[in-house]
């Protein structure tokens, strides 16, 4: 059995072009443009009309996320 548990979904938000990972637990997060965003993250609460682009997970090194 694969576990999924640290698994974050990379998004793009359309709209501002800011960086949005969902955690395994469901939770969005906004990463600022820092040199640690994920130490530095928000939380994000997508309203109705977000449009949030899927962003491959290879990107997951630009952003400085933590491994599965």
Known sequence: MISTRN???IYVARASGQWVVRDADGHFWSLPPTDTPWDDRRPFEPD???ELE???GHYRY???LPRD
């Open 62 to 64: 630009l952003l400085r």
């Open 48 to 50: 109705e009309g977000a």
């Open 7 to 9: 698994r974050l979904d």
């Open 54 to 56: 899927s962003v491959p």
